[in-house]
């Protein structure tokens, strides 16, 4: 059964404090939103602090470097994400795509590391404006889960969490309409019953991303192939991402 998530992806913001507060309040209200899974993403300098301060709360890294260990000057191995406690790591953000070259082998190397570790991957795909533009855009997402995600077997599929994050609509307060979400969102679920089977394309949450707030999601999270969302800007606050939170 697809499980109802709703994921914060904090990206490089917040001072240790507030970091650790925004964490503590996630935290107090995870009982009163039993049926859904949430998770947060925070600077990586946090994590392991908030996973030992926050028991039960899923904690997820923004980013890692698919090694075990090695001469990396600067990153992080999967083997320490996994090693903190953290559960869930984000793989093919847009701004990792964009900003540091992040290309569809090397996200294909993360998906296959998280899941040797025992990380779940939420993988983000998505379209930028000039694509949408063109009418191109179930192509081009197609071909982001083709490079990246479609070698895993049907079990390690099943592990996987995908995000729908439209490039043009992650951080600029332009949200996908409903029929832009579900259209996608329901070619996604169609490609992986082709891929896998459809028992398989029913159990793999699907989720929402770009300019999602406490306003739109109810509207969003009501569509039928829409799981929840991965929340960036309205995440960084406690009561705006309850309420996303709340929004099913
Ligand atoms: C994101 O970065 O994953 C995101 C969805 O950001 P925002 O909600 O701010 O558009």
Redesign the pocket.
């Known amino acids: 059964m697809r499980k109802k998530i709703v994921a914060g ?1 904090w ?1 490089m913001n917040l001072l240790s404090e507030e970091a650790f507060n925004l964490a503590n309040g996630v935290s107090e209200v995870l009982a009163s939103v039993k049926d859904v899974q949430l998770i947060v993403f925070p600077p990586a300098v946090f994590a392991s602090s908030i996973i030992e301060k926050n028991q039960g709360l899923n904690v997820g890294l923004q980013n890692f470097y698919p090694a075990e260990k090695g001469a990396f000057t600067g990153e992080i191995s999967v083997s320490q994400v996994k090693n903190i406690g953290a559960t869930h790591v984000l793989v093919g ?3 990792r795509r964009a900003i540091f070259n992040e290309n569809e082998s090397f996200l294909k190397e993360k998906v296959d590391a998280a899941l040797l570790h025992g990380l779940i991957p939420v993988f ?1 795909c998505g379209e930028p404006l000039e694509i949408r533009k063109v009418n191109t855009e179930l192509s081009y997402v197609k071909q982001q889960l083709i490079d990246s995600l479609f070698h895993l077997s049907a079990e390690e599929m099943m592990k996987c969490i995908v ?1 729908y ?1 439209p490039v043009w ?4 307060g332009k949200t996908a309409t409903v029929e832009q979400a579900e259209a996608m969102h329901k070619a996604i679920r169609t490609w992986i019953a082709e891929q896998y089977g459809k028992e398989v394309s029913e159990e793999i949450s699907i989720l929402y ?5 406490a306003s739109n999601a109810k509207e969003l999270f009501a569509c039928e192939n829409v799981d929840g ?7 960084l606050q406690v009561d705006t991402f309850i309420t996303i939170a709340q929004a099913f």
């Open positions: 992806n990206k953000h847009s701004e983000c995000a994050e609509a992650i951080g600029t991303g770009g300019s999602c707030n969302g991965l929340i960036g800007g309205a995440a």
